[in-house]
């Protein structure tokens, strides 16, 4: 169990951790010289860990590193003094973070009248009257002699023995809270792990810098350890890096993790003795270990009044200065975080972060702050079924799954509880799967309605139609079963209904039967208009308007300016097109024509066709496929 010290400055928190422990925190020179403690300081025994802060109010960014991965608040209180400002801004820290265990050292009752002592704790009772530490038991101790040591000791174990296990489940996240250099191990980082495991010779990435890191050896709790788990303290060795490529408010985790951002929306909670925080407001944002301006703007009102609280989106206002990760930091649903006035003078509020990919657009809209309220419920299921029911074009799991750290049999089961219908990495709602199915065949009518002299729809421009923002995989599952019940019919390349048919006029089909061997005669470089009109000697105008008109059937296609394929060819082309890219990634100019012969002149008119009707993709001076063979009926 990791423990957190809190309370103001010279109320005995290090001397207590060390009658505790038997480790003095303090280790920096500043600290032995002056008497108090600077930086972060850190002692373990067999089952608790202890992390020791500063209690100056200058050090409150010291003090906010440490905390947020604390299980449980140790308020040391001097008898003498009794509360003071930074053990109550302390005490405000803790609720903020959703530290909901803790118990009250009362400490120099060695010092202390008897009357005092019982005063200082009707004061404690007071303090902590409607606050999570409510009912947070108080013990009087005297660090020196030992006095109340052993009781307050006793608690402890018992606390930690009563903790819930965290669960394991998701990537590894480190918060870094130190790095130093070590003789034999190299470059060190300590911290607290927010989720995951982790063990040696894992393959990790510093972030948001984007340092990949491999794990040669860990310490957990300060003993010698194989593997470490989400809750404890951990110091990794780390390969492939350096110390000076390190700071304080980065994070080590599971590569897939990694994803740095500028902005996230939020639920934040202002502090009832604060004033209101106002829409555009810049705060101090503490998280993790980092501490980095930010801009805060309301959603949901144009200010948070005393004690409030309501939806926030967060952006960064310049560089991390701890981090120098060019103005980017890390962050996942679920993270608390501190926020402090611009001045860094006094603690304003704080909250959980919902949303690290959150919109640009209509972010205060009413179906938005649904969802933010859906996303701030504890069960993913939520805010996963609210968003497959509003989102036509289906959400994106990969995304949902990052955002909330969600491991693949979580999201698995998530999607099976919820019914999900799933296409790759796109999940469905079943009513919106079905509505999806009625745009489709409402597109496909109203094309048959405005063109009735063409055969059908060609598949991506249907898609399209349906709806833009719909992925081609997720068309492509959707057409399966009407294709296979024969509610929708392919002719060639084209889509339409099975009622719907059109016939060449018998003129245009015999002129036709005599003009196609010519473009079958060389499939893959038919002869161009001109050179057919000439070879057949019919008029060139007349030969041009019959293969618009046979375009349109769907039995030619127009690859370039005059230059008809048959539909065959076409098909049997795509064919050649996704076996390439399957072999090679990609398809170049050079190698189609390889495969089909003829000039490299030719195979670049057909690869930028089929750029044009949307099958390939170009990417610089190659193409990458967009869509399946079967579109074009092969």
Same mark, same amino acid.
């Given at each position: 169990m990791i423990i957190g010290t809190a309370g103001h400055i010279d109320h005995g928190k290090t001397t207590l951790v060390k009658a505790l422990t038997g480790v003095d925190c303090d280790r920096l020179k500043e600290e032995k010289a002056r008497g108090i403690t600077v930086d972060l300081g850190y002692a373990y025994t067999a089952t608790l860990g202890f992390i020791d802060v500063p209690g100056h109010e200058k050090l409150i960014h010291n003090m906010l590193a440490g905390a947020t991965g604390i299980d449980f608040a140790l308020l040391v209180i001097a008898a003498d003094d009794g509360p003071m400002p930074q053990t109550r801004e302390h005490l405000e820290i803790i609720e903020l973070l959703g530290i909901r265990r803790g118990a009250v050292a009362l400490t120099k009752i060695d010092i202390s009248p008897v009357d005092r002592i019982n005063q200082a704790k009707s004061e404690i009772v007071e303090l902590l009257a409607g606050t999570t530490l409510a009912d947070a038991p108080i013990f009087p101790v005297a660090a020196l002699s030992g006095e109340g040591i052993a009781a307050l000791q006793a608690h402890l174990e018992v606390a930690a023995a009563e903790r819930e296990t965290q669960r394991a489940g998701g990537g590894f996240r480190l918060a870094v809270d130190r790095c130093f250099s070590l003789s034999g191990a190299g470059t060190v980082v300590t911290g607290t792990a927010f989720a995951g495991s982790v063990k040696v010779g894992d393959q990790l990435l510093l972030s948001p810098p984007n340092k990949p890191v491999r794990v040669r050896s860990l310490r957990v709790q300060d003993a010698p350890a194989e593997v470490g788990h989400a809750g404890q303290r951990i110091a990794l060795a780390l390969a492939g890096i350096e110390k000076a490529e390190i700071a304080r408010g980065m994070w080590v985790l599971a590569p897939a993790l990694h994803a740095p951002l500028r902005r996230f929306d939020a639920k934040i909670r202002i502090l009832s003795a604060q004033p209101a925080l106002k829409h555009g407001a810049l705060a101090h944002l503490h998280l993790g270990a980092e501490d980095v301006l930010v801009r805060i703007a309301l959603l949901g009102a144009e200010e948070i009044p005393p004690g409030g609280e309501d939806w926030a989106q967060i952006s960064l206002e310049r560089s991390a200065a701890s981090s120098g990760?060019? !103005?980017? +930091? %890390?962050?996942?649903?679920?993270? =608390?975080?501190?926020?402090?006035?611009? !001045? %860094? =003078?006094?603690? +304003? !509020?704080? !909250?959980?972060?919902l949303d690290i990919f959150p919109p640009s657009r209509k972010r205060r809209s009413p179906e938005r702050l649904a969802m933010l309220a859906a996303l701030a419920d504890p069960d993913p299921a939520v805010a996963l079924l609210l968003a497959a029911e509003r989102q036509a074009a289906g959400v994106d799991l990969a995304a949902y799954a990052l955002n909330r750290n969600l491991d693949a049999d979580t999201l698995s089961e998530l999607c099976r509880r919820l019914q999900l219908k799933l296409v790759g990495t796109t999940a469905f709602a079943p009513a919106g799967w079905l509505a999806l199915e009625n745009r489709l065949f409402a597109a496909l009518?109203?094309?048959h309605e405005r063109a009735p002299d063409l055969t059908g729809v060609e598949r991506d421009r249907l898609r399209r139609l349906t709806m833009p923002t719909l992925s081609r995989p997720a068309f492509d599952a959707l057409l399966v079963e009407p294709l296979q019940d024969g509610r929708i019919a392919q002719t060639h390349a084209w889509l339409h209904l099975p009622e719907h048919r059109v016939q060449l006029a018998p003129a245009d089909r015999d002129l036709w039967l005599t003009l196609q061997p010519a473009l079958a005669a060389d499939p893959y470089n038919p002869p161009r208009v001109r050179d057919v009109a000439k070879a057949s000697g019919i008029a060139e105008d007349t030969v041009r308007a019959l293969f618009k008109r046979i375009a349109r059937h769907g039995d030619a296609w127009p690859v370039a300016h005059d230059h008809y394929f048959t539909a065959? %060819?076409?098909?049997?082309?795509?064919?050649?097109?996704a076996r390439i890219n399957e072999r090679d990634g990609c398809v170049r100019a050079a190698s189609l024509r390889d495969a089909i012969g003829g000039g490299r002149k030719v195979a670049i008119h057909i690869l930028e066709f089929f750029d044009r009707i949307g099958y390939t993709r170009r990417v610089r001076d190659t193409h990458v496929s967009r869509g399946t063979p079967t579109q074009f009926g092969s």
């Amino acid at each position: 169990m990791i423990i957190g010290t809190a309370g103001h400055i010279d109320h005995g928190k290090t001397t207590l951790v060390k009658a505790l422990t038997g480790v003095d925190c303090d280790r920096l020179k500043e600290e032995k010289a002056r008497g108090i403690t600077v930086d972060l300081g850190y002692a373990y025994t067999a089952t608790l860990g202890f992390i020791d802060v500063p209690g100056h109010e200058k050090l409150i960014h010291n003090m906010l590193a440490g905390a947020t991965g604390i299980d449980f608040a140790l308020l040391v209180i001097a008898a003498d003094d009794g509360p003071m400002p930074q053990t109550r801004e302390h005490l405000e820290i803790i609720e903020l973070l959703g530290i909901r265990r803790g118990a009250v050292a009362l400490t120099k009752i060695d010092i202390s009248p008897v009357d005092r002592i019982n005063q200082a704790k009707s004061e404690i009772v007071e303090l902590l009257a409607g606050t999570t530490l409510a009912d947070a038991p108080i013990f009087p101790v005297a660090a020196l002699s030992g006095e109340g040591i052993a009781a307050l000791q006793a608690h402890l174990e018992v606390a930690a023995a009563e903790r819930e296990t965290q669960r394991a489940g998701g990537g590894f996240r480190l918060a870094v809270d130190r790095c130093f250099s070590l003789s034999g191990a190299g470059t060190v980082v300590t911290g607290t792990a927010f989720a995951g495991s982790v063990k040696v010779g894992d393959q990790l990435l510093l972030s948001p810098p984007n340092k990949p890191v491999r794990v040669r050896s860990l310490r957990v709790q300060d003993a010698p350890a194989e593997v470490g788990h989400a809750g404890q303290r951990i110091a990794l060795a780390l390969a492939g890096i350096e110390k000076a490529e390190i700071a304080r408010g980065m994070w080590v985790l599971a590569p897939a993790l990694h994803a740095p951002l500028r902005r996230f929306d939020a639920k934040i909670r202002i502090l009832s003795a604060q004033p209101a925080l106002k829409h555009g407001a810049l705060a101090h944002l503490h998280l993790g270990a980092e501490d980095v301006l930010v801009r805060i703007a309301l959603l949901g009102a144009e200010e948070i009044p005393p004690g409030g609280e309501d939806w926030a989106q967060i952006s960064l206002e310049r560089s991390a200065a701890s981090s120098g990760a060019e !103005g980017e +930091i %890390a962050a996942l649903a679920g993270d =608390r975080f501190i926020l402090r006035d611009a !001045g %860094a =003078r006094h603690t +304003i !509020g704080g !909250g959980v972060v919902l949303d690290i990919f959150p919109p640009s657009r209509k972010r205060r809209s009413p179906e938005r702050l649904a969802m933010l309220a859906a996303l701030a419920d504890p069960d993913p299921a939520v805010a996963l079924l609210l968003a497959a029911e509003r989102q036509a074009a289906g959400v994106d799991l990969a995304a949902y799954a990052l955002n909330r750290n969600l491991d693949a049999d979580t999201l698995s089961e998530l999607c099976r509880r919820l019914q999900l219908k799933l296409v790759g990495t796109t999940a469905f709602a079943p009513a919106g799967w079905l509505a999806l199915e009625n745009r489709l065949f409402a597109a496909l009518t109203a094309e048959h309605e405005r063109a009735p002299d063409l055969t059908g729809v060609e598949r991506d421009r249907l898609r399209r139609l349906t709806m833009p923002t719909l992925s081609r995989p997720a068309f492509d599952a959707l057409l399966v079963e009407p294709l296979q019940d024969g509610r929708i019919a392919q002719t060639h390349a084209w889509l339409h209904l099975p009622e719907h048919r059109v016939q060449l006029a018998p003129a245009d089909r015999d002129l036709w039967l005599t003009l196609q061997p010519a473009l079958a005669a060389d499939p893959y470089n038919p002869p161009r208009v001109r050179d057919v009109a000439k070879a057949s000697g019919i008029a060139e105008d007349t030969v041009r308007a019959l293969f618009k008109r046979i375009a349109r059937h769907g039995d030619a296609w127009p690859v370039a300016h005059d230059h008809y394929f048959t539909a065959q %060819a076409v098909a049997e082309l795509a064919q050649h097109v996704a076996r390439i890219n399957e072999r090679d990634g990609c398809v170049r100019a050079a190698s189609l024509r390889d495969a089909i012969g003829g000039g490299r002149k030719v195979a670049i008119h057909i690869l930028e066709f089929f750029d044009r009707i949307g099958y390939t993709r170009r990417v610089r001076d190659t193409h990458v496929s967009r869509g399946t063979p079967t579109q074009f009926g092969s």
